[in-house]
C-alpha cells in the first residue's frame, strides 16, 4: 500500500511562476477592439441606467458635510 505524499504547500494555493517577457501584446490588434466593443456594450447599459435617487442623496449629503467639515479644519488652523 502506497502512502500519500503531502504537499508542503497549503491547499489550495498555486504557485506562480512569472512569464518570460513578451515582446509586445499577447492578443493582436483586431481581438483587442473586439473585447473592447463589446465591453463598452455591456458597461454603456449600465451608465444608461444612472443613478438611483437614494444613491444620489446620499452622495449629496456626503458632499455637504464634507465642505461643513472643511470649513471648520480651515477656522481651527487659522
Known amino acids: 500500500m502506497m502512502k500519500e505524499r503531502k504537499s508542503s ?21 483586431e481581438i483587442q477592439t473586439k473585447i473592447g466593443q463589446q465591453l463598452r456594450a455591456v458597461y454603456d447599459d449600465i451608465v444608461d441606467q444612472g443613478v438611483p435617487d437614494r444613491f444620489a442623496d ?4 456626503l458632499d455637504t458635510k464634507a465642505v461643513r467639515t472643511e470649513g471648520v479644519d480651515k477656522d481651527a488652523s487659522e
Do not use: D
Not at 58 to 61: F, S
Open 58 to 61: 446620499l452622495l449629496r449629503n
Open 9 to 29: 504547500r497549503p491547499e489550495g494555493l498555486v504557485q506562480v511562476r512569472p512569464s518570460p517577457a513578451r515582446p509586445g501584446p499577447a492578443l493582436n490588434r
